[in-house]
């Protein structure tokens, strides 16, 4: 178990290894294969670890298992920094003998994070295979999704769009820094505002096309993404990360996963886990939360998806989906806060309000509700990323935050200075 520990870590402490392991110049290829062996590494180095590997493009190899999917990406785009890292996490409150895992997808990046940046390597990789100049995508006002496109669209030096649902009342007004927005609008993504009735009444497809239509008017060439990343395309950003899954687990001793737990947003993500796992040696019972629309929606969904890749599977099948929306997208409870809140200060983790944190507190309510359904499994969860929601709640979380107090200070404290003093 320590060794699975050591190997699963962040990066950092590995940093000094990688670099060795990678100057295939400087050794021979048997003293490589030894010192990665010896590391508990593979001979193949992530992108991110060699110098111009982020942001390059490169051609595209599939798993074994995935080779009779089509079609099928020639090239991705290197977006992310994996492999993320997977750890225990020591919730309270478990069934019997029940683990819970995490795969720190969060921990993709920052200003292009979370699992949007997965599909984002393959889609960006087809934009501009396709000759685009610009990028068009559709979202909610916080969109994470729609943050990363424009992250990954200017690293690509491509304009980006973004069409942003709003209410009614906020959406002829300045939508502000906050959040996802602060980091949309300094990329400098051109952001078009629409109500959330007009978003209901047009539609995300319809919405995108108009956008479309006007700037190939503009002699622009654009390419449009959709919501979530979630097209057949996308759905192989998850299928490659069942294979890091895979590969993390042939590194590690004595760990198998029984499920996958994740939150399901645009179908997108899902799709890849339930595809991926089912065909591959993982094999674990997916099963996923869903934070808008309700699960007959997203098994109908995932089938499109899967069926877009002529995998010949029922989307009932491969993946359980239960619903997590409560009160509706992007809006909380209460109690649902105050579980993001108790989550970080007892385990550390920073739940995401929109996907993770209701994905999470779905998991531990069933698990609650129906111990016996859960007793003595082996549990991944998958952290979407999304930390930048977070913003968009702080008016929601005074009272639930950590306390602060002005230090009491005695009059007759001497000054000592100190090497490092800052006045």
């Known amino acids: 178990m320590r060794h699975l520990v050591g190997l699963l870590r962040p990066a950092f402490p590995v940093t000094s290894t990688l670099p060795l392991l990678c100057r295939s110049a400087a050794v021979g290829h048997r003293s490589l294969v030894a010192a990665a062996g010896m590391a508990g590494l593979s001979t193949t180095c992530p992108a991110a670890a060699q110098i111009g590997g982020f942001l390059s493009k490169k051609p595209y190899s599939p798993p074994s298992w995935a080779t009779h999917l089509s079609p099928m990406p020639s090239h991705t785009f290197s977006l992310g920094h994996f492999p993320t890292p997977i750890h225990k996490w020591n919730l309270p409150n478990l069934p ?41 995508t559709v979202g909610g006002i916080q969109s994470n999704h729609c943050r990363a496109t424009a992250v990954a669209a200017k ?21 502000g820094l906050v959040g996802n927005l602060l980091v949309e609008r300094l990329v400098g993504a051109h952001i078009d505002l629409v109500s959330k009735e007009e978003y209901g009444k047009i539609g995300s497809v319809a919405l995108a096309d108009l956008l479309k239509k006007k700037l190939l008017e503009e002699g622009r ?15 192989w950003g998850y299928i490659e990360a069942i294979r890091e899954i895979e590969q993390q687990i042939q590194k590690s001793t004595n760990v198998q996963f029984d499920d996958v737990v994740v939150a399901c947003g645009s179908g997108g993500t899902i799709a890849g886990l339930a595809l991926g ?19 007959e929606y997203f098994y109908d ?15 009932h099948d491969i993946v359980s989906i239960e619903n997590a929306k409560g009160l509706g997208y992007a809006m909380n409870t209460a109690d649902e806060l105050k579980f993001v809140k108790d989550m970080a200060a007892a385990t550390g983790i920073v739940l995401d309000p929109v996907y993770s944190g ?30 930048l929601g977070l ?33």
């Open 96 to 136: 019997d003998g029940t683990e819970v895992w995490i795969k720190r997808d969060d921990l993709s990046g920052m200003q292009l994070s979370g699992n949007k940046v997965r599909k984002l390597e393959f889609l960006m990789a087809d934009a501009v295979a396709q000759g685009a100049d610009c990028i068009i």
């Open 155 to 175: 690293y690509l030096n491509l304009d980006c769009y973004l069409i942003l649902r709003t209410s009614k009342l906020l959406v002829g007004k300045d939508p």
């Open 221 to 235: 060439k654009p390419y449009v993404i959709p919501v979530g990343g979630s097209n057949s395309l996308g759905t």
């Open 277 to 295: 796992s089912r065909l591959s040696s993982l094999n674990a019972k997916v099963h996923a939360f869903s934070v808008c629309d309700d699960p």
């Open 301 to 315: 969904y995932v089938q499109g998806l899967i069926d877009g890749l002529q995998s010949g599977l029922d989307s």
């Open 358 to 387: 209701k994905a999470a507190y779905g998991m531990l309510k069933d698990m609650a509700g129906n111990p016996a359904k859960w007793k003595g499994r082996r549990v991944l969860f998958v952290h979407t990323g999304g930390l």
């Open 391 to 423: 913003y968009d709640k702080a008016d929601q979380l005074p009272s639930l935050a950590g306390s602060w107090r002005r230090m009491d200070l005695e009059d007759s404290v001497p000054r000592k200075d100190g090497t490092g003093k800052m006045f």
